[in-house]
């Protein structure tokens, strides 16, 4: 063991462990000899174990000191886990039906004990290569991000509450530095992390590199990211993020959590979900073209933000007279200029989920870590044409966003690439 | 004594606190048995001493639990003058010309030793009410909003450097809500504080609490001071917190210091250099008219400008392959890219000074804390003209203020009102 009371477990270890934790050992109503453990981590950050008896079972997860995909060449804190675990428990707090709860947590170890999303959840990621509708999907990830994002914003929080738990989450820099990294920087400089579907994609990744409005552009949503504090983010809110089964949406995953802009939540979920949408045509095969699954993804495109939109006003009119810092009832004290805030709040977030979508489609297709949407087409040049396509949208919703009026407006210029 | 080593200070114990304290006392010479003692504080909040011998002199100011000029009934942490301290000794390592340097701190007394700013230094408000010119004003100060601002931004620091002096600021939360409070709230709703040129103002008052449009514009700026964590912003940066003579200008009192938007400094400044200019003709005699003065100040106000956007523009030139977060140089790697970006991040910032310093100009003539700009004029009458048309100009600068290109137009606008 470490000094800092750190080491990082396997199987075996992890149960001698578990046995020794009363939380978590009644979890699986004390069956310790008979549990099974199975590691299953395939993120690009940390190792998960599932771990059953007959009578209970939880996920364990334990960041190490590096970033798994990459190796203990890239140092990363495992104090990611910290924050992960506050986020988890605040998010879930917030919206318990969305957010598997904790069971225990060992910041010294780095360790997270929780819930375990038991078959038949899987990461949404995979469901939307598989061509699964998930009919609730917008309605459930619209709650989760309407009442993670307004409750911890200064509509909802006073500034002394807001500014303590900013400072807090200040810590979490490796993690948000990471982000600032893969997702505002690397696509658009030589780098040795990224890569594209070559030679198909070099001229592509080479005029995303030079090309000067986009990086103004993302100038702009990088400042914005690292500047500000507007609410606890998920931070890495794409679709393998979240586990679903027809039924359930389970948001997982918060360690890049921090008080940064709500647009940037929003605008990973829709931004995974349009990158999911130019994958389809890769995964067409002549028993599915995918055509009414494309159809169900732009639903669902529309839908989680209409359902947003309307969620989060509905919080906004609902706690109109709280004390909340940002709009003091006593100030925005009548029926039109409330109307009048709501209309800007959120277009202007619109506009901001718009550019922090884009941005995280583009670091998918020339930057360091890639979709498995992309990923799992076989055939490279089919794999480079819905590359291409997405890359070419995200480029002009990128410059363009301020155009947009309205996320039907968005859905047709997605219908007119194809 | 307190349980926590406060105690307030007055002439007497102040004298003993000397003898014991070397870092004072040797700036005396040591010659402490024949100091001078004399409290001078005039400002909001604070007691100042200055403190005398015959080989040397300093400043002690000490905060005390409550707000000075409302009394004990508004209370405010002590603890801001330990932010003070660290801002005026960060601000006077990046730009020592134009901060007096701390000789001592002392946390747990709240107290803070510094250069005394002999005379004929007097605080720049009053030198601007009694219509004296500062040849150097412009360009002093901007030389003190460039630096201060720009090294410590994104545009220089780290994401790490910068996340972790975010967060330290973040404890000064009681002054920020002080702010918001008197700048961003007080104004535009009814409160016990505010108080106007009665009953001249009363319906110019009752206009700004009904403003919708106005009302929507202040929050967006409330927003920005709030959550954008751009720069360590001096907070409260007006012709009061600037002691100056013909060839020297100091910039003292950062105690609302934080990580917030660097427009709210350049607005503040600006805005109150605004309201010099609307109060002189209520200072304005037989023999002098003050047209001369006036022109002064509106070539102050456009050289203030000017001069801070070249010398902001020349550091970014000059850092533009350094370390900074905001504008890697990898990305951000030609010419024209790198002029694009200027322009956009001084147009942004401008329409933001220009927002914060509108808003600082309306509340001072219907909030709670006046200007002696206005104050001093006897007659109500006069001085009521003038702060309405301050007012009138204010409110359209804060709805119209993303229309106005560039400085000269600001001062066009103004001439126009005469």
Known sequence: MASDGFRPLDDKSLAEYIKATPSLSSKLGNQ??????????????????????????????????????IGESWPMTKER???????????????????????????????????????????LRKGLIAGIEYPLLAEHISEYMARTLFFTSLIYHTTTEHKQAVAEFCGNVELCRLTEQVVFSDPYKVSQYNHWTSPYLDRDAEAVREDNTLKLE????????????????????????????????????????????????IGAFVGNLILAFFAQDGH??????????KDWLLRTIEETWNLFHKKFTALLDKHKDGSGEAYLPAIYNNPQLQQLVKQKFMSDLFHDALGFG?????????????VEDFESIADAGVRADCERRALDFAKMLLKERRKFQGITEVVSAIQKVH
Chains 1, 2 share one sequence.
């Open 32 to 69: 310790i000899d008979e549990l099974q453990i199975k590691e299953v981590g395939d993120g690009n950050l940390n190792f998960v174990y599932i771990v059953t008896s007959p009578s209970g079972s939880f996920v364990i997860k334990q960041a190490l000191p590096y970033i798994r995909c």
């Open 81 to 123: 886990a910290y924050f992960e675990a506050v986020t988890l428990k605040e998010h879930g707090r917030l919206c318990p039906d969305h957010v598997p709860e904790v069971y225990h947590f060992d910041r010294a170890m780095s360790l997270i004990g929780m819930r375990y999303l038991e078959p038949p959840h899987i990461i």
């Open 284 to 293: 067409a095969d002549p028993k599915n073209d995918r055509k009414a699954y």
């Open 218 to 265: 993302v100038a702009e949503l990088k400042s914005m990211f690292c500047e500000r504090a507007q609410a606890l983010i998920h931070g890495d809110l794409h679709t393998g993020s979240v586990m679903v089964t027809s039924d359930s949406t389970q948001v997982i995953d918060p360690e890049f959590a921090f008080y940064g802009p709500m647009g940037f939540d």
């Open 358 to 370: 884009a941005a995280k489609m583009i670091r998918r297709i020339v930057g360091v870590a890639h």
